[in-house]
């Protein structure tokens, strides 16, 4: 048997070469360290046991699942004005597809039974209360009468995560019935989506998702009555996690949702207004009731650009003189929307090619954030699976470098059979993303972040990336408080004048230890 540790910022392979079990990391309190673990040539069941020299830490132990990519992100947006080769493109890529990568984490079992290689998550969980300083950990991995042990070396910065965010989160959630085998609002998928709210939670987000299938319809004496039962549910279950806002869905697929129609020309008839005034004036009038009114923002609908720009200013105005209090939010796709919603979302490329134009037409919005999705690719900071995986946690430092409070994404969990699925009879892998989905390609990671596993939802490493992004966001606006000069010298160091970054995972640590360091002068 043979050990390796290694970087929780490097991407983990099955062919990744051992050179090390030795590994130094930095940590804020109230945050979290980790690492990976290879172990090769081993046969049969694990034991894996963490000792200190100091505080017994909280930890926890995963074991990380293989995923195949089968094509890399080579996806061409047409709004990007900067159009690059499959050969330019593959200079940014961690490695030409196919192959495969460790990416999902699923909580270790002592009885699971490996043969020849096992790939682990460890994370430890820093309190606040723990003194700053050195630690030493040593990670014991038994097989078969055969001990490796993983030395890490732990530094504490005095310096402490705040326990409330100030930056805002949503990740769009749409489990499937194929994955995780449940009948709507059955006692298996309300528990499959308090899991899923965990997941969210830890890595930040604080926006409850209301989609269309939360809410029903009948119609009685020829009007519409809205029943929002499952929808309360839904939100106290998030609320009482310590969620703090709440989003309502695209009105336009709220709409289509009940009645059926995919034209958008539908979406602007006297029926389609009568539907959404009626659907509102009882939604909000529910949601202050409960008390949740203030905390809510609203969806008109995805992605407007210019060929709907008339339709989206239209529907936007009428929607404002029925909830005229309610801050209007979508992630849009032309500046020519943004001064008829409350909280506009450009995607990062587009506003880096059109930032002069967003500025202008978002000068008066309450607030101002920023989306990925399947554009931009490398070297564009995004989630797929053939980038470097610390590039998702720069995603926030980009963030905080263009003072926009709030990040959007589709792909918490959009899983089903049309994007990806468990291959048994290949031995190589646990998944397999497929890459094409009505048409449309979309890059290996885009459509989620988290997995199914037997039927229950599991966390990434790209989630863990993820969370400490949004922690970095948070210890970046405390030093702003301290020194502003000296928080956006370090967002510079690690996003460049491009919007990317030059540093690999080796680099950034060294950046981070002294960014940390930075609270203790």
Excluded at 46 to 67: A, S, W, Y
Excluded at 233 to 246: A, N, Q, R, S
Excluded at 247 to 272: A, G, Q, V, W
Aim: hydrophobic share 40%; net charge negative; glycine share 4%.
């Amino acid at each position: 048997m043979k050990l390796g540790v290694f970087s929780a910022h490097e991407w983990l392979y099955p062919d990744s070469e051992i050179k090390t079990n030795r590994i130094s990391v930095s940590a804020a309190k109230n945050s979290y360290a980790a690492v990976q673990i290879l172990v090769c040539d081993c046969v049969g069941k694990l034991q894996i046991n963490t000792t200190f020299d100091g505080n017994e830490l909280e930890t926890d132990i995963f074991q990380l699942l293989k995923v195949k990519v089968g094509k890399n992100s080579t996806r061409q947006e047409p709004l990007d004005c900067e159009e690059r080769t499959v050969e330019e493109l593959e200079k940014y890529f961690t490695r030409k597809a196919p192959f495969i990568v460790y990416d999902p984490m699923k909580p270790f079992e002592n009885e699971t039974v490996f043969s020849g290689k096992a790939a682990l998550f460890v994370r430890f969980k820093i309190p606040e209360s723990l003194k700053a300083g050195q630690y030493n950990i040593k990670i014991e991995v038994n097989n078969n009468n055969n001990k490796e042990i993983a030395f890490v070396s732990l530094r504490v910065f005095d310096v402490a995560v705040p326990k409330k965010q100030s930056f805002k989160l949503i990740n769009w959630t749409f489990p499937s019935s194929y994955d995780y085998a449940f009948q709507p609002f059955d006692e298996k998928h309300w528990d499959t989506l308090e899991k899923m709210a965990r997941l969210g939670i830890y890595s930040g987000q604080n926006y409850i998702c209301v989609t269309a299938d939360f809410f029903d319809c009948e119609i009685i004496k020829g009007k519409y009555i809205f029943d929002f039962k499952n929808a309360e549910k839904y939100i106290k279950m998030h609320l009482d996690m310590g969620y703090e806002f709440i989003e309502i869905m695209h009105l336009r697929e709220i709409y289509r949702f009940f009645k059926n129609r995919f034209d958008l020309s539908e979406l602007y008839t006297r029926d389609s207004f009568e539907f959404i005034a009626e659907f509102l004036k009882q939604l909000y009038s529910f949601l202050e009731i409960k008390g949740w009114r203030e905390i809510t923002v609203q969806h008109i609908f995805d992605e407007p650009r210019e060929a709907f720009l008339e339709e989206y200013i239209k529907l936007c105005k009428f929607v404002k003189e029925q909830i005229p209090d309610i801050p209007l939010i979508d992630a849009v796709l032309t500046p020519k929307v943004c001064e008829y919603i409350d909280i506009p979302i450009p995607p990062t490329r587009h506003y880096q090619l059109y930032k002069k134009e967003y500025d202008e037409a978002c000068k008066n919005a309450k607030e101002f954030w920023l989306y990925t999705c399947c554009w931009p690719t490398a070297p564009y900071f995004n989630r797929f699976l053939d980038m470097p995986l610390v590039s998702i946690r720069f995603i926030h430092w980009l963030n905080f470098k263009t003072d926009s409070i709030g990040y959007l994404h589709w792909g918490f969990c959009c899983n089903s059979e049309n994007f990806y699925h468990k291959i048994p009879e290949d031995a190589d892998s646990d998944y397999f993303f497929k890459t094409y989905f009505d048409g449309d390609e979309l890059p290996a990671g885009d459509t989620n972040i988290i997995y199914p596993y037997k039927n229950e939802p599991i966390g990434s490493v790209r989630l863990e990336m993820v969370r400490a992004g949004v922690e970095d966001y948070e210890l970046l606006k405390m030093l702003e408080k301290k020194n502003p000069q000296k928080a956006l010298k370090f967002a510079d160091k690690v996003v460049n004048d491009k919007w990317y970054s030059d540093l690999n995972f080796n680099q950034f640590e060294t950046i981070y230890a002294e960014f940390l360091s930075q609270f203790e002068k």
